[in-house]
C-alpha cells in the first residue's frame, strides 16, 4: 500500500454582512484636547475633559448632543476627572500653569458649581474610594507630595507617607497630538471602591520604565507596588477586582505578577505580515464587561520601525480575561486614544478617538448576519487501498450566529508564520496598511472580517477543491481531495482558505 497522502486546509474564516466598520464616530474639534472621558449613567451624560480649553464637555447620552460646558478656570489645565461614590460630585485634577489644583464640581445645582483646592504639587491622576476620599497623583516635589489624599468631610489635605515614584511631567503640548498620552500618571478605582490601582510613567535608566501600585482605600496606604517596562498606563480594572489590564498587559492585582500580554499567536486569525502589538509606541486601551467575562482592548499594531510608524490602534478585540485570547475582531473607523468606559449593562463602550470619540455599540453585534463555522481546521486523507476513504471529503458548516441573511463563498490563499503572504496585496488606510479603508482580512475567532478582503495568492494544483451548498443555516462547505496531492507521498503543505 502507498503511504498516505494529508492534506491540511487551515483558517476557515467567515464574513459578516454589515458595514465596512463598527461604531459611531462623535467629531469634536477639541478631539485633540480630550485628556479623559467618564460616564455618568444616572445623569445620563459623558463628562469629556478639555484640557485646553479649561473646561469639561457634557455630552447627553439620550439625545446624542453636547450641552452646556463646566469651566474649570482660566490656565486650569484640567487632565483628569472622577466622580464621587454618590455621584453628586465631580472632581477634576487641573494641572494648571502656574500651580496645581483640585477643581470640586457640584452636579446637583442646575448650574453646576466649582470649588478650587489650591495643592502643593501639579496632579495628573484622579480617583475617589468608597469612603469619599480623592486619591490625587501628582508629579512631585523633591521626592514628596507624590500622592495626595483630599478628605471632603474634613476638607483636609494630606500626604500618602510611603508611595512609589512620581511620574514625569507631562510634555505639553503633547508631541503626540494627543493630549490624553501626555499625562504619565493614571489611577483607577475598583468596583467595590476598596482600592485603587495606580500607574505611572517614572524617570529611569530606561525610557520605557512603569510602575503599577495598589492603594488601599481603608488604610490610606499605598499595599504594593512593581517597576514594569513595555506596558502603559492606560488602566482597566476586572469587576471583582482581582486582575487589571496595564496597556496590553494583564496584571494580577495581588501579586502585581504579569499573567498574560497580547500577542498574535493569541489571535485565530490573520494580522499583518511581521507586525505583533507594539511595545515601541504602546498606544490603545481596554474595558472589562461588567460580568468579566471578556475584556475589550484595542491596542497598537503598527510595524516596529524607526522612526517610529503611526501608530494603529483600530481593532477591537474580544479577549478570555484569564489568558488574553482573542476571540474576536472589530475593524474600527479611526485610531482610539486609549482610555475606554462601558455603561453597566455591558451594551456599549464609549472610547476616545483620534477625532473625537467613539460609539461602540457591541450589544447590537450580533443584529448582523454574523458568520460561524463548526471547525477551523479539516484534515483530508488518501491512500491507494482505501483504509482513509471516509476522509476523501469533509463537510464543514457555516451557520449565521447572528441575524439577516448569510451566504458563503470561498477562496485560497497563504499564510507565512508572521501573517498574510509578501504576495498578498492589501489596500493601504488611514493608518496605513489595515488601517481605516484599508484591505487588512481581520475575520474574528471563529469569524469576522469587516475590510475588503486581499488578492489571493494563486492557487497550488494540489488545493482541495470546494463546493458551497446554501442551506436553511448558511452554507456548507464541501472540501475533497485533491487527486495531484497524491503524486507524491507524504503530507502536502497546508492551504488556507477565506469564507466570504
Not at 485634577?93 to 489650591?118: E, H, M, N, Y
Not at 489590564?245 to 499583518?272: C, H, K, R, V, W
Request: proline letters at 8%; charged letters at 10%; a neutral charge.
Amino acid at each position: 500500500m502507498r503511504g498516505n497522502q494529508s492534506l491540511l486546509v487551515l483558517a476557515l474564516s467567515a464574513v459578516p454582512a454589515f458595514s465596512a466598520t463598527f461604531g459611531t464616530v462623535i467629531p469634536s474639534q477639541a478631539a485633540a484636547s480630550y485628556s479623559d472621558i467618564l460616564l455618568d449613567e444616572p445623569r445620563q451624560r459623558l463628562y469629556l475633559v478639555n484640557n485646553s480649553a479649561n473646561r469639561i464637555e457634557v455630552w447627553s447620552t439620550q439625545t446624542r448632543q453636547y450641552l452646556a460646558s463646566i469651566s474649570t478656570g482660566n490656565n486650569s489645565q484640567p487632565d483628569a476627572v472622577a466622580l464621587s461614590p454618590n455621584n453628586n460630585t465631580l472632581y477634576v485634577s487641573a494641572f494648571g500653569t502656574s500651580g496645581g489644583s483640585l477643581k470640586i464640581i457640584d452636579l446637583t445645582k442646575a448650574t453646576p458649581t466649582v470649588a478650587t483646592v489650591a495643592l502643593v504639587a501639579s496632579p495628573q491622576g484622579i480617583a475617589v474610594g468608597k469612603d469619599g476620599r480623592v486619591l490625587i497623583s501628582t508629579v512631585g516635589n523633591n521626592g514628596q507630595n507624590n500622592l495626595l489624599i483630599y478628605d471632603p468631610q474634613a476638607n483636609s489635605l494630606n500626604n500618602v507617607a510611603i508611595t512609589p515614584a512620581a511620574a514625569t511631567p507631562p510634555t505639553l503640548p503633547a508631541p503626540s497630538g494627543r493630549a490624553y498620552l501626555s499625562y504619565h500618571s493614571k489611577l483607577l478605582t475598583t468596583k467595590d471602591g476598596n482600592y485603587i490601582i495606580g500607574a505611572n510613567i517614572i524617570t529611569g535608566n530606561a525610557t520605557n520604565n512603569r510602575v503599577v501600585f495598589v492603594y488601599e482605600v481603608a488604610s490610606g496606604t499605598v499595599l504594593r507596588s512593581r517597576i514594569l517596562t513595555n506596558l502603559s498606563n492606560v488602566l482597566s480594572v476586572s469587576p471583582d477586582g482581582s486582575r487589571f489590564m496595564a496597556g496590553y498587559s494583564l496584571i494580577d492585582t495581588a501579586t502585581l505578577a504579569i499573567l498574560a500580554q497580547e500577542n498574535i499567536a493569541n489571535s485565530p486569525f490573520a494580522f499583518p505580515a511581521g507586525t505583533n502589538f507594539n511595545a515601541q509606541v504602546n498606544q490603545g486601551g481596554s474595558i472589562f464587561s461588567p460580568d468579566g467575562v471578556t475584556i475589550y482592548g484595542a491596542f497598537n499594531f503598527a510595524p516596529v520601525q524607526v522612526p517610529a510608524a503611526k501608530p494603529n490602534v483600530t481593532r477591537l478585540l474580544y479577549n478570555d480575561p484569564d489568558n488574553l485570547l482573542i476571540k474576536l475582531g472589530l475593524q474600527l473607523p479611526e485610531n482610539l486614544s486609549g482610555r475606554m468606559v462601558i455603561n453597566n449593562a455591558g451594551d456599549t463602550i464609549y472610547a476616545l478617538s483620534e477625532s473625537g470619540f467613539i460609539i461602540l455599540p457591541i450589544g447590537q453585534v450580533n443584529a448582523s448576519p454574523l458568520a460561524q463555522v463548526d471547525s477551523q481546521i479539516v484534515l483530508l486523507t488518501n491512500d491507494q487501498c482505501g483504509v482513509t476513504a471516509a476522509q476523501n471529503a469533509v463537510k464543514d458548516n457555516v451557520t449565521n450566529a447572528g441575524r439577516g441573511r448569510l451566504t458563503a463563498t470561498v477562496q485560497s490563499y497563504t499564510l507565512t508564520s508572521g501573517g498574510l503572504a509578501a504576495s498578498t496585496t492589501v489596500v493601504p488606510g488611514l493608518g496605513g496598511p489595515g488601517g481605516p479603508g484599508g484591505g487588512i482580512i481581520f475575520p474574528g475567532g471563529p469569524g469576522i472580517v469587516i475590510l475588503p478582503t486581499p488578492t489571493p495568492t494563486p492557487v497550488a494544483s494540489t488545493v482541495p477543491p470546494v463546493q458551497t451548498t446554501p442551506n436553511s443555516l448558511g452554507s456548507t462547505l464541501n472540501f475533497r481531495f485533491n487527486a495531484n496531492a497524491a503524486k507524491s507521498p507524504g503530507t502536502v503543505a497546508p492551504n488556507d482558505f477565506l469564507v466570504q
